[in-house]
């Protein structure tokens, strides 16, 4: 269930849904003649010792049920003097004493249509038929005679009828009690007039004295369906006739009643309850009346009120809901009976219920809504003082107050929405609800027509509260400018009355009404507002669009049908006069400037509000058969400047025309969304095409991803037709993007590797490199014709870009460092800081060389010859072919790549000593391009080392190796500048020289300080192995003998067994040895 919600106490300013006016004023009440024991003069000045308060004390001695409910059974008596008027008949003089007369007062009223049923407090049951007033024209025209034969004929029959027309009250009886206009509430709304003019006439048609001893009429209940009138006096129920008052002879009457009611689902015939002192009787009434079943209830109960199988009752001291069909009894809350008079009624024919209960010393009032099973619902009415009548008309609650106001309340909302204040010469004793309502026509005072559904018993007149339909309500807040009361309460009735359920003219209309709502927030600027009620009321797209003149056309205005839609259109103009409008209205002094900047943020929010409809819109039953216009239409706008959405929008499955997009977007200039669009619809050339010109220039548009999009789209395509014919195009465009065409292609079958590399070679050489290396490094082919064919690429575009001032140049840069690296290293760096084109191309060489072993070698070496001076290339070719001296003379008297000579020394191992290896080690090893310093260099040097391939036969080919580059140092002719490196040499690889060989290559000047490094670490490695083997043989003596150990215990313990062979060729199964008699064979 719902929180429930207070309801507030001041009611809203605008208009309101009730208007109240007499239904009948001057009443045939009749005249009682009392005693005056205290003379004229005592009952004027004591109200408490007068006539009326003397019939009050004689027709209610007893508290009775039916003084406070708003049910059509249970009137609600309240008792004030009135000045006397002429009656039609008296009834008789007490025999002694003063006597004055005064006229008894209304106790039971009931509305069914045009017939109003009167109870007086002396018994008696009046029936008075309203009618329409006739125009003043028609007045006129029947002239002076007809009003005389009229006052003739009153003065024959004087109680047989009773023209009455009903006047508005004058200004000086519309006020409160003490004589001063009627208050204004917080808000600063004024309490509404107390009358407006009536449009009936009230005549007496019958008159009926019940013969109970002048007992005042409890209560009355008109039965329509049977034709029939049930009166509660003096405890007993009896029966008439509605049109001749007669009593019914077939139905007899039912005495010891406190009260009734009647099923308010509507039967034939009509069920009732009776409400007895310690039973609850459930009745039939047809053309007699027959018990269906009797309830326990000790308590009695003073009200009933029933809907179908469902009865509401008050007892003596709280309420309670009973369940017919199961007699179950489900007790809601008590009350304090001293403190007030309990007080309910029924909300329609759903089985809720509103009781009534007392607040804080009864000072102010709660309504609590209650549903069949006695649970709570919706929320809370409140009120400042205890009501003395409730009733309902949909969707509202009145509550007649003790201060003569009524308290209109929304039942959804619970909120106050009018208050009515009753001149005090009303006396307003109870409301009751009609059985059927009275319909008001429109007249010449009051423009809408309403219902009355609600009677405001008085002492001497009933007033009517007629309720302007719903219809009316609602389009009387709209224009009062209140959008969002009218579309609440437009809401709450469809969901109560189900209008979907009446073939869709209910909905339809309140679609109309959301499409109404939708347009005045617009006027208001209220965007968001706009957009959420025109969802609701599925508005067409094209009535939004008309207020956008740069996104519509005439044509979205003519082919809309909707008259009323064209009215609200032309209502509310341009979303620029709206704008505007509300600028001059809001802002009339603000600067131009000012001005500006909130028009442009205004129409940027109302064309997102324009957007998201139309996205709602196109998704929804309102779009079909339009959607190619309304995606036209999203298109336009987010060319305009939201790409984002413009590309989300192509992304979709859109249904945009080609023409159209064609025309958008060439317009606007967006030439890549309009690729986009010929690509979602399949149009491959004409995509490609328009790619094209915005890679060659000659169209521009910055989202275009370049030609790297054109290649993955190309990727995609199925037509090989298609493929080369732009794969050559962008080749001439850019051709390293073009060979990924034939690298990135999602099926590569379909282009034969010599048939591409042929077209390529005959069109564009220079990119035949590239998909070489896309074959090896990416495919990984190792077919050595591929690997020589790009190794002589690569020795061509060395050799074409060398020059032998250029090659000298890179040297001497080189051995000018004072940084330790590689040449290798040296040459990439160089090649990607300054972009060198002859480094670019050396560094592509050497890498490759490096890298590959597929290659065959004396055709390069041939071709290299022609340049010497690129040793290092060279260097690397040698130590391909097994020449590592003549490598690394060049590496150290040529080049002076120290740091190159000792990579290559301790990671080339001599393929004529060693097993093919299948990734082989680099021959020179890039560094980083960082300079490093001598300990960072050591121990480099030493995880290289490490890494090398071990085993007996590398670490004599490395040691040869690094012996080999060692004499080379100390043959140096500048040996003694070499001292550092071959100091660093002997420390990083001490452990794989020789110290007494390298003692006798030490020049003799040399200090042997310099060698005391060397010399210590050969003596603790020397120490070190021979530990370590002393160890390692001893443990594995120490191994043997625990292993002979445990056998000798096994073969002690097991008894031998002799095999004999199977066959003479039976084999050992482990040592393979052919087993016989000699020696014999035994298993331990």
């Known amino acids: 269930m719902s929180q429930p919600r207070r309801s507030t106490l001041t009611a809203p300013a605008g208009p309101t849904p009730f208007k109240i006016f007499p239904i009948a004023q001057q009443l045939s009440l009749e005249e009682v003649v009392l005693p005056s024991n205290t003379g004229p003069s005592n009952a004027a000045s004591n109200p408490a010792n007068n006539a009326a308060a003397s019939i009050r004390a004689a027709t209610s001695s007893l508290f009775r049920v039916g003084q406070s409910t708003s049910s059509v059974s249970t009137p609600n008596p309240a008792s004030s003097p009135t000045p006397p008027t002429t009656a039609s008949s008296a009834p008789a003089a007490l025999s002694s004493g003063a006597q004055h007369t005064v006229k008894s007062s209304v106790e039971a009223v009931q509305l069914c249509g045009n017939n109003v049923f009167i109870g007086t407090s002396e018994g008696y049951v009046l029936h008075y038929a309203l009618e329409l007033e006739e125009a003043d024209s028609d007045r006129e025209d029947k002239g002076d005679g007809k009003r005389d034969k009229d006052d003739h004929q009153d003065k024959q029959d004087e109680e047989s009828v009773s023209l009455t027309k009903c006047r508005p009250v004058s200004p000086a009886e519309n006020t409160t009690g003490s004589g001063h206009s009627p208050p204004r509430h917080a808000d600063g709304q004024q309490d509404q007039p107390a009358f407006i003019p009536s449009p009936f006439n009230c005549r007496l048609h019958q008159k009926r004295f019940l013969g109970m001893g002048r007992k005042a009429v409890d209560d009355i209940l008109a039965v329509p369906t049977e034709s029939k009138l049930v009166a509660l006096c003096d405890s007993s129920l009896t029966f008439y006739d509605m049109d001749t008052l007669q009593p019914v002879s077939s139905i007899q009457r039912i005495s010891g009643v406190m009260s009734f009611c009647g099923d308010r689902l509507l039967h034939s015939p009509m069920r009732f309850c009776v409400g007895k002192r310690r039973v609850l009787s459930v009745m039939l009434m047809g053309d007699t009346v027959t018990s269906e079943k009797e309830i326990p209830m000790p308590d009695g109960a003073l009200i009933l009120q029933r809907v179908g199988s469902i009865v509401c009752a008050a007892d003596t001291g709280s309420y309670k809901i009973i369940n017919l069909n199961t007699a179950e009894t489900i007790p809601l809350f008590s009350y304090d009976r001293a403190a007030f008079r309990p007080t309910l009624t029924c909300i329609g024919e759903t089985g809720e219920f509103l009781v009534v209960t007392a607040g804080n010393q009864a000072q102010s009032a709660l309504g609590v809504f209650v549903s069949s099973s006695g649970d709570p619902v919706k929320g809370t009415l409140q009120w400042p003082m205890v009501p003395k009548s409730i009733a309902y008309h949909f969707p509202y609650i009145a509550a007649l107050l003790r201060n003569n106001t009524i308290h209109i309340h929304n039942i959804f909302s619970q909120d106050l929405v009018q208050i009515i204040k009753l001149p005090s010469n009303a006396e307003p004793r109870y409301l009751v609800e009609a059985s059927f309502e009275l319909d008001v026509p429109a007249g010449n005072e009051s423009r809408n027509p309403g219902t009355v559904r609600l009677v405001v018993a008085c002492r001497e007149m009933l007033l009517g509260l007629k309720m302007s339909s719903l219809d009316f309500q609602v389009n009387e807040l709209l ?372 890298h590959s072993d597929k290659i065959s070698l004396m055709p390069v070496k041939s071709k290299l010859e022609a340049v010497p001076t690129l040793y290092a290339e060279h260097a690397i070719l040698l130590g391909k072919l097994g020449e590592h001296e003549a490598a690394l003379r060049i590496l150290v008297t040529d080049m002076r790549d120290f740091m190159g000579a000792e990579i290559y020394c301790s990671s080339t191992i001599p393929t004529s000593l060693t097993v093919k290896r299948s990734s082989p080690i680099p021959l020179l090893v890039n560094t980083p391009n960082t300079s490093p310093t001598r300990d960072q260099d050591n121990k480099r040097l030493s995880r290289v080392s490490m890494l090398s391939t071990t085993g007996p036969e590398s670490d004599v080919a490395r040691r040869t190796l690094l012996f080999q580059l060692f004499t080379m140092y100390v043959k140096d002719e500048k040996k003694d500048e070499l001292a550092d490196e071959i100091l660093r040499l002997l420390g990083v690889y001490g452990g794989d020289f020789d110290a007494v060989q390298v003692l006798k290559w030490i020049p003799d000047h040399w200090s042997l300080n310099m060698l005391v490094p060397f010399i210590s670490a050969s003596s603790r490695r020397s120490i070190h192995v021979r530990r370590e083997v002393t160890a390692m043989k001893a443990l594995a003596r120490g191994e043997n003998l625990k292993v002979n150990n445990e056998y000798v215990d096994i073969h002690l313990e097991t008894p031998a067994m002799r095999i004999s062979p199977a066959s003479p060729s039976s084999n050992c199964a482990k040592c393979r040895l052919p087993i016989n008699d000699s020696p014999p064979v035994f298993l331990v």
């Open 479 to 850: 224009e009062a400018k209140k959008v969002e009361r009218a579309v609440t309460l437009a809401e709450d009735i469809v969901q109560a009355q189900q209008m979907d359920n009446d073939g869709g003219a209910g909905r339809l209309k309140l679609q109309k009404l959301y499409q109404r709502a939708g347009f005045l927030y617009l006027q208001e600027t209220l965007f968001e507002e706009a957009l959420r009620v025109f969802k609701k009321g599925q508005l067409d797209p094209r009535a939004l669009l008309c207020l956008f003149p740069a996104y519509s056309s005439p044509a979205d205005f003519t082919s809309i049908t909707d008259q009323d839609l064209l009215l609200l259109i032309q209502g509310v103009g341009s979303i620029h006069k709206i704008v505007d409008t509300h600028f001059n209205t809001e802002y009339p002094n603000a600067d131009s400037d000012t001005l500006e900047s909130f028009r442009v943020a205004l129409i940027a929010n109302a064309k997102d509000v324009l957007v998201k409809y139309l996205e709602f819109a196109r998704d929804g039953p309102i779009g079909m058969g339009r959607k190619e216009e309304i995606d036209a239409t999203l298109l336009r706008i987010h060319a305009d400047d939201d790409l984002k959405s413009l590309y989300t929008l192509l992304d979709s499955n859109h249904h945009i025309r080609l023409e159209d997009g064609e025309a958008i977007l060439s317009e606007a200039k967006r030439y890549h969304a309009l690729s986009l669009l010929y690509q979602k619809q399949g149009l491959i050339s004409q995509c490609l095409d328009m790619w094209m010109k915005l890679a060659s220039g000659e169209v521009a548009d910055p989202d275009f991803g370049g030609t790297p999009q054109i290649v993955g789209y190309l990727s995609t395509v199925q037509d090989d037709d298609i493929i080369w014919k732009y794969a050559k195009a962008l080749l001439k465009l850019d051709a390293p993007q073009g060979i990924r065409i034939f690298t990135t292609a999602t099926d590569e079958a379909r282009f034969k590797t010599d048939d591409v590399i042929s077209y390529l070679q005959q069109h564009h050489p220079d990119s035949v490199s590239a998909y070489y290396e896309h074959l090896i490094y990416q495919k990984g082919v190792e077919d050595e014709e591929r690997h020589t064919s790009l190794a002589m690429i690569y020795t061509d575009r060395v050799l074409d870009l060398s020059t032998e001032m250029k090659v000298a140049a890179q040297d001497s840069e080189f051995k000018a460092l004072d940084a330790r690296r590689t040449f290798q290293s040296f040459i990439s760096s160089l090649a990607d800081k300054t972009g060198d084109k002859l480094a670019n191309a050396r560094n592509k060489l050497m890498r490759f060389l490096n």
